[in-house]
T-cell receptor
Framework: EDQVTQSPEALRLQEGESSSLNCSYT??????LFWYRQDPGKGPEFLFT???AGEEKEKERLKATLTKKESFLHITAPKPEDSATYLC?????????????FGTGTRLTIIP | DGGITQSPKYLFRKEGQNVTLSCEQN?????MYWYRQDPGQGLRLIYY???????QKGDIAEGYSVSREKKESFPLTVTSAQKNPTAFYLC???????????FGNGTRLTVT
C-alpha cells in the first residue's frame, strides 16, 4: 500500500528563519510528487510537480527537491504570508492503475 | 478567470436528509474529483470522473453518489446512508495524463 508521511506536523519559525519540510514516501511506480499550499478554510493551491530523483523546482522563497525516498520543501527567509499548511501528494502507477495519495500536511506558522 | 467554483461554502443539514454539493469548472478539464478532508487525515478520494457520463468509486464512496452530465459540472450527493458526513469537501479537476489537480475552495458540511 502506498504511504506518504509528512514531518513535522507543525512548525513555528521566526520571520527570516529558513527551514525545510519533509515528505517521505513508499510507492510502487512513482508517476509524480506534488506540493500544495492550503490556507485555512480554502482549497489546496498547486505549487510544484517533481517527477524524478534529483529534480528541483523553485518559486519565490520555496524550493522543492526529490530523492528516491523523500522530498523536501525548503523555505528560505520566510515571511508571515508563507504561513499555511503544506501538503504533499504522490501519484503512483500499479498495473496501469493510477492512484494519488496525500500526506496529512505540515502546518507552518511564521512569526513576525 | 478560469477556476473551480464550489457552492455553498457552508451547509447545515439534519441527520437523515440527503444534501447535494455543487462543483462547476471552466478550465475545460476532462477529469473531476471529489475529496473529503478531516482533521489529522490526508485527503481521501470519494468519486472521480474522467469523461462525461462516466464515473468511478474512490476509496470512500459508500453513502455518496455523483453524476457527470456535463463536462463542467460534477455534483456530489451526501446521502443519509453516510454514517459520518460532517467534513470539509473538496472538488478538483485536471487534464488527463497525470497533470496536477486544481481545487475549489471547498464546502464545509455540518450534519446534526
Amino acid at each position: 500500500e502506498d504511504q506518504v508521511t509528512q514531518s513535522p506536523e507543525a512548525l513555528r519559525l521566526q520571520e527570516g528563519e529558513s527551514s525545510s519540510l519533509n515528505c517521505s514516501y513508499t510507492v510502487s511506480g512513482l508517476r509524480g510528487l506534488f506540493w500544495y499550499r492550503q490556507d485555512p478554510g480554502k482549497g489546496p493551491e498547486f505549487l510544484f510537480t517533481l517527477y524524478s530523483a534529483g529534480e528541483e523546482k523553485e518559486k519565490e522563497r520555496l524550493k522543492a527537491t526529490l530523492t528516491k525516498k523523500e522530498s523536501f520543501l525548503h523555505i528560505t527567509a520566510p515571511k508571515p504570508e508563507d504561513s499555511a499548511t503544506y501538503l504533499c501528494a504522490v501519484r503512483s502507477s500499479n498495473f496501469g492503475n493510477e492512484k494519488l495519495t496525500f500526506g496529512t500536511g505540515t502546518r507552518l506558522t511564521i512569526i513576525p | 478567470d478560469g477556476g473551480i467554483t464550489q457552492s455553498p461554502k457552508y451547509l447545515f443539514r439534519k441527520e437523515g436528509q440527503n444534501v447535494t454539493l455543487s462543483c462547476e469548472q471552466n478550465l475545460n478539464h476532462d477529469a473531476m474529483y471529489w475529496y473529503r478532508q478531516d482533521p489529522g487525515q490526508g485527503l481521501r478520494l470519494i468519486y472521480y470522473s474522467q469523461i462525461v457520463n462516466d464515473f468511478q468509486k474512490g476509496d470512500i464512496a459508500e453513502g455518496y453518489s455523483v453524476s457527470r452530465e456535463k463536462k463542467e459540472s460534477f455534483p456530489l450527493t451526501v446521502t443519509s446512508a453516510q454514517k459520518n458526513p460532517t467534513a470539509f469537501y473538496l472538488c478538483a479537476s485536471s487534464w488527463q495524463g497525470g497533470s496536477p489537480l486544481h481545487f475549489g475552495n471547498g464546502t464545509r458540511l455540518t450534519v446534526t
